[in-house]
């Protein structure tokens, strides 16, 4: 799902990390499918926008989503560097400064080392004032992949996303637990609410439930509560 860069909760989380002044960000969840892609790439736009160099890290190797485009692009591009970071999200139809490595299992293995890793971090600081890493799961750590907990380790600062009505309370004290363990510098919880009704829909689906009501009350009732700008607020 493709998050807009200018969504006020992204607004929200850009203004605090720029409070912070981080410079390495690490996007991960305990499990898959909670938004991570979709969170990372948002904020990549969102300092895009600010007027950041900003590389979007693709180090989710179970569920990749940027494709690198070197291999197809015109070699006589006058910034060769720049060529090296173009990648493709083909389920979103965007474009990005990125950097993938799900093709290549010697730098994956290389990567898995913290000490490699933060030195790679480093070099990519080097050519970009901001860098966004997309990671695995936490719960998904294995020998093909780079853990998300090592990723975070060698980060400014880790952000978790939860999905909510469906993570488990237990799987974030767990999480936390293991990003502390490894000395990750958790800045916050971002809650997606995909799955979560809208305050209004829940009052218009009982609205509609009330059939002793008539018809022309129902509709006008509907139409004021989706209307409503206090209702807006409240997702």
């Known amino acids: 799902m493709k998050i807009p860069s200018y969504q006020m909760e992204i607004e929200d989380i850009f203004l605090f990390l720029e409070q912070q002044n981080y410079h390495s960000i690490c996007i991960t969840s305990s499990n898959p499918q909670e938004g991570v892609t979709s969170i990372a790439q948002a904020i990549t736009e969102r300092y895009l926008l600010a007027g950041y160099r900003t590389l979007l890290v693709d180090l989710n190797v179970q569920n990749p989503s940027l494709i690198p485009l070197i291999d197809i692009i015109n070699k006589s591009h006058q910034d ?3 060529n090296n970071y173009l990648t493709y999200d ?11 490595i ?6 994956i293995i290389e990567l898995r080392q913290p000490q490699n890793l933060k030195l790679k971090i480093d070099a990519w600081l080097l050519e970009f004032d ?7 799961p936490l719960s998904q750590s294995a020998l093909h992949n780079i853990p998300a907990h090592t990723v975070a380790s060698c980060c400014d600062g880790t952000i978790l996303i939860v999905l909510s009505g469906k993570t488990q309370q237990n799987e974030i004290k767990d999480t936390i637990e293991k ?24 009052i218009c689906r ?10 022309k009350i129902t509709t006008k009732l509907i139409y004021f509560i989706q209307h409503n700008r206090f209702l807006s607020i409240l997702v």
Do not use: M, W
């Open 80 to 82: 060769q560097n720049l």
């Open 179 to 202: 990003l502390t363990a490894y000395n990750a510098h958790l800045i916050g919880l971002v809650f997606n609410d995909k799955l979560q009704p809208h305050i209004k829909d829940e």
């Open 90 to 100: 083909a389920h979103n139809k965007v474009g990005l400064l990125g950097a993938s």
């Open 206 to 215: 009982e609205i509609n439930r009330c059939t002793f009501l008539p018809e």
């Open 102 to 107: 799900i093709n290549n299992k010697a730098h």
């Open 130 to 136: 901001k860098i966004i890493i997309d990671t695995s």
